[in-house]
Structures are given as structure tokens and as C-alpha cells.
């Protein structure tokens, strides 16, 4: 009875593990970008290197919480 317990563990483990392995691999070949947002180079155009796309997520979300803050502003209370 154990046996079967066992192996009935092992049998699960190893599904999932099958699992993620093809999950991790259709994420790397995605072609979407890594950022949501950020729009993906065009099929000539080179990708732009780490830190200008981490330039670009910064300015954008610096952006986006401008906007935000602008919407928030209550009026002044006198």
C-alpha cells in the first residue's frame, strides 16, 4: 500500500516538473516584450540594450505617476 503511495508521489512530481520545464521554455521563446508597455523593436531594428530599456520603464513609470498625482490633487481648502 505504501508502495503504491510512492509511487503515486513520484509520478506527480514528476508531471509537474514537466510541466514547468515546458512552461519555462515557451516563456524564453516568447516573442512579447519582457515589459508591459514598452513596445518590442521592429523585425529590422536591433534591441535596445539593458539600460536603455530600463531608462525608458523609469521614465515611464515616472510619467504615469505624474499623471496619477495630477489626478489626485484636490482643491485647496480655505
Same mark, same amino acid.
Given at each position: 500500500?505504501?508502495?503504491f503511495?510512492l ?9 509537474v516538473?514537466?510541466?514547468? +520545464? +515546458? /512552461?519555462m521554455?515557451? =516563456?524564453?521563446?516568447?516573442?512579447? $516584450?519582457?515589459?508591459p508597455?514598452?513596445?518590442a523593436p521592429?523585425a529590422?531594428e536591433? $534591441?535596445a540594450?539593458a539600460?536603455?530599456?530600463? /531608462?525608458?520603464?523609469q521614465q /515611464?513609470? +515616472? ?7 495630477k489626478a489626485?490633487? =484636490?482643491p485647496d481648502d480655505?
Amino acid at each position: 500500500m505504501r508502495a503504491f503511495g510512492l509511487i503515486g508521489l513520484v509520478l506527480a512530481l514528476v508531471i509537474v516538473g514537466l510541466v514547468a +520545464k +515546458k /512552461q519555462m521554455t515557451s =516563456m524564453a521563446s516568447s516573442t512579447r $516584450p519582457a515589459v508591459p508597455g514598452v513596445a518590442a523593436p521592429a523585425a529590422g531594428e536591433a $534591441p535596445a540594450n539593458a539600460r536603455d530599456q530600463a /531608462q525608458q520603464v523609469q521614465q /515611464q513609470v +515616472k510619467e504615469a505617476l505624474d499623471a496619477a498625482a495630477k489626478a489626485r490633487q =484636490m482643491p485647496d481648502d480655505n
